[in-house]
C-alpha cells in the first residue's frame, strides 16, 4: 500500500499539468456540490421552520369528501370539504403519543365585497381560534400594525402582502380599528396616492365554497396588520379571522344553531323556539335545497352546549414530537382515524400545501439535478484526463507487469493516484463550501422573488450544513472518485507487458 | 538439468487478416546457470521467443517449460507470478519507474513480493553495491547515463534471485564501451549468483561474453555454433 501511495503521488508530482486540471475539477466539483448540499439543507431546514414550524404542521387533517389533498393553495373557488368530527378527531389526536399540537382550521375563499368597487376581489381566510393558533405557532408573525385579537368578537388579521394586494384591487388601504395611516408602511403606490387615499378599518367578505354560496357576508373589524417571519409573499395571501365569524361568514351553522343564538326572549316573541328556521328560506318557489352538494353539516342536538371547538372546520394541522418517524405517524394517525370513523384523513404537508410543497420538491429536485450533473462532468473530464494518462505511461505501466506487478497493483495505483487528488483538492473543496455556507448567511441575501424565497428556505438565504451534509458530500466525492478512477483503471489493468515493449 | 525446455514452439501474429509466422516450430534447451546468447538479424523471431519465454506472450502452439512448469495452459495472475518470481527482465530501453530513485527501482521487484522493507533494502544494497552504483542510490532514472541505467535494470533483475534473466538487446541502446561493460557485468552477475542469463543481440561483437550462443532465423533456430 505504501509502495502504490508512494508512485501514486509522485506521479502526481512528475505529471503537474495533469494534476492540477484534475485538482482544479475536483476542488470546483466538490466547492459546488458542498454548496448544493448546503442549499438543499437549507431550504429544508427553512422549509421545516418556516412551513412546518411556522403555518401547518408536518400532517394535515382533511375531509375524505375532500378530493385533493392540496387544500392550502387550490384553485381560486374551489372549496374545502368540511370536517364535522373534530369532537372525535381531538380525542384520538389527544391519544396520540407522537403528536406534540394540533389546531383545528377553517380555510376557504372568501369574496370581498368594497363599496368603493363595484367587482368583488377575494381573500383567503384562515378561521382559527387566536388563542390556540398563538399556541401552536407562538412567533411565526409579528403584529406590525393594531394588535393581536382579544378573545372573543370578530377580528381579522391582514398580512402585509395580502393589504398591498387588496390596495392594488381595491384603491383601499386597510389600517386596524383604532389605528392610524403610517406612512412608512404604505406601499408605494398608496404613498404616491396618499391625498385621495381610502383608508378602512373593516372588510365585508362573503364565504365561498363550490357547493354553495352562502349569503352570509360578514364585515370583519380589522384588528391588525401582520407580518410572517419568512415567506409573507406566499402565507401573506392568508388572512386571519376568529373561527366563529369565519363558520358565520361560510354558513357552517345551520339554522338551528343560529336560532340558538337568539336571546330567549325574542324566540319567544318570534315563537320560533322550536321551528326550524331553514324553513323560512325554503319552499320550492324560491330555492330548491342542493343536498347533494351542500356540505353535510349536523346540526348540535337540541339543548347542547355547543363551543367553538366542537363546529366545523375545514382541516386540523398538526405537529408531531421530535425524533418520531414521519411514515409511522402518518399511517398509526391514519389507522386510528379510519377505525373511529372520523371520516377524515391524515396528508403530509408537502401535498396538502399544493404548490409550496411541489415547489419545494422541485427546486429539491432540481438542485440535486444540478449537482449531479456537475458530478458527471467531472466523471467525464477526470476519466478522460486519466485514461490519456493511462496511455501515455503504457510502457512504464507493461514493464511494471513484466516484472510482476498484478494487475491489482496497476489498478491501485490508478485508484490511489485519484484518491490523492480528491483527498487534497476534492478535501480542499469542501472546506470551502463549507466555510462559504457559513460565510454567505452573514451577507443575509434576501428575495422578493416568492420561489426564490423557498430555494432561501426563508427570508435570507441561509444554507445550512450538517455533520451528516458535510459526510455526504466526502460520500459522493469518494463516488466521483471510484467512477472518474474504473474506465483508466480498466485501461491500465489491460495494458500488457507486450503492449510496453511494442511501444518501445 | 534444463531450466527451460521448448518444443515446438510456433508463434504467429496477425496483420489485418495476414498471419505472419514469427516462431515456426522451435526446440529448445537451456540448463540452469548458462550464459547464453540468442542472435539473429532484425525480424528473425529473437525478441519473440525471449518474450514467450519469459511469459510476456503467448505461445500460438508447442510447449514451454520454465523452471520445470508448463507456462502455455496459465492464466494471467499464474502467468504474472512466474514473471515475478521466477523471471528477472532487462530491456533494450532500460524501462526504470520515472519516479523511483535507483534504490527504489531496485527493491520494486520485492515490494511487489511482499517481502519486509529492511529485508528488501538489505538486498537492494547488495546488488547496488554490486553493480557499482552505490553512489548514486538516490538518484532518478533520468539523472543517470544510459550505463548506469541498465546498469540498475541488471540489478533489478536479479534482486528476486531468479531462475532466469532475459536481455532483449541489452547493449543496442549503448555505446561499445558501455555495452561490453554491461555484459561483462551481466556475466560477472551470472558467476556470482549463479542466475541462467540468455540475451538476444545481432551485435556479433557481443557474442565473445557468451558461453552459448543461438542463433535464429526466419523463426527457426540454426544449428549453435561453437561456444567461445
Redesign the interface.
Known sequence: MK?IF??AW??I??HKGKSLVIGIILFTGAFLMTVGNGVISGMAAGIEKNIINGFMGDIVLMSDAQKADNILLNMMGSSIEPINTYKSIKEILGAQPYVKHFLPVGKNLAMMLSENSATPGYAYLLGVDFAEYRKMFPDNFTVIEGAYPAPGGRALLIPTFARDEFYDFYNTWFVPEGGSLIKENLKKEALANIKNLVVSSSVVMMGMTSGINTTNDIRFPVKGIIKYGALNQIFGHFCLVDIDSYRECLGYFTAADMAAQVPKDEKKLLNLESADLDSMFGGEAMIVPDTKRAPKIKAAPAGEAKTAGDGVYNAVFIKLNGGVSYDDALAKLNKALTEAKTGVRAVPWNKASGPIGGMALIIKSALFLFVTLLFCVAVIIIVNTLTMSALERS??IG?????????T?IAGMFLGETAILSAFFGGSGILAGVAAVRVIPLFKITTANDMLQLLYGGNYFSPLLSFSGIALTAFQLLVVTVIAALYPMRVAVGI???D??SR? | MNIIEIKELKKDYLLGTTIVPALRGVDLSVAEGDFMSIIGPSGSGK?TLL?VI?C??LATSGSVIVGGREITALN??QI??I???KI??I???F?L????DVM?NIE??L???KKPASEARKRAEKLVEEVGLKELTAHRPAELSGGQRQRVAIA??LV?NPDIVLA?EPTANLDSVTGASILELMRRMNEIEKTTFIFSTHDSNVLKYARRIVKIKDGLLEKEPAAV
Open positions: 509502495l508512494t508512485i509522485r506521479n508530482l512528475r510502457s512504464e514493464m511494471m507487469r513484466a516484472i510482476g506487478a498484478h494487475k497493483f500488457t507487458p507486450l510496453a515493449i518501445d | 525478441t518474450n519469459g510476456i506472450d494471467d495472475r504474472t507470478e514473471r515475478l518470481n528477472g527482465f530491456f533494450q530501453t524501462n519507474i520515472p519516479v523511483l527504489e520494486f521487484p515490494l511487489l513480493m533489478r533483475a528476486t532483449d
